[in-house]
Structure formats: C-alpha cells, structure tokens
C-alpha cells in the first residue's frame, strides 16, 4: 500500500532551527494535500501547515511567519522548515498526506509515525 515516513525531529534551543521532511511510498496514484500536524505534550493534535494540488499554502496561526512548508507532489514528498522555534513549539510532528491509490479505494488520510521535536535551552 502507501508508507509515510518522517525525519529530522530532535533538541534544539529556542531560537534555533530544524528542517523536518517526510516521503510517501507505494501505490500513489495523485496526492490531493499535503500537511503537517503537531501534537504537545497532553494537548490535542493540530494542523500546523498544508500545501494543497494546486500550490497553496496555509499555516496554523501560531507558526506564521516562523514556519515554512514546501514540498513536490510529483516526488511524494513535504517538508518543513522551522525557524525561531520556541519551547510552546514542542511537540511530536506528524506529517499526513490526502491521496488516492492506483486501487478502486476513495482518496484516504495515509500519517507518517510522529517525530518528536524539543525546543529547551
């Protein structure tokens, strides 16, 4: 089927920086979206960037301006730059990718497995 796997998590200090990046494989017939999600510790999961079909962008309010996603839908894969990260910025990072297969199922949410970003001094 389809495999999402995500790098580039760590520790960093806050004011730092990190790039993180995530690549689809298998059966993929035609992205519709890429994103990126976070999750803090005890808090929901929440939309922090996408890029969609057609080239759009939009970010969470609280990553405008410090956050840059980017990616090519042709090579399957997003990416997201992280710049003036502060310690409310950590989180596990979870890339999600809305795409349909080559198999006669509808278009599905396929989720990388989380990589983890600190931001402490």
């Known amino acids: 089927q389809v495999q999402v796997v995500e790098s580039g998590g760590g520790l960093v200090q806050p004011g730092g920086s990190l790039r993180l990046s995530c690549a689809a494989s298998g059966n993929i017939f035609k992205i519709f979206n890429m994103r990126w999600y976070r999750q803090p510790p005890g808090k929901e999961r929440e939309l922090v960037a996408s890029i969609f079909h057609l080239g759009s962008i939009t970010y969470g309010d609280s990553v405008k301006g410090r956050f840059i996603i980017s990616g090519d839908m042709a090579k399957n894969t997003v990416y997201l730059q992280m710049n003036s990260l502060k310690p409310e910025d950590t989180a596990v990072y979870y890339c999600?990718?809305?795409?349909?297969?080559?198999?006669?199922?509808?278009?599905?949410?396929?989720w990388g497995q989380g990589t983890q970003v600190f931001v402490s001094s």
């Open positions: 999600n990718f809305y795409l349909e297969t080559y198999s006669s199922d509808p278009p599905s949410d396929y």
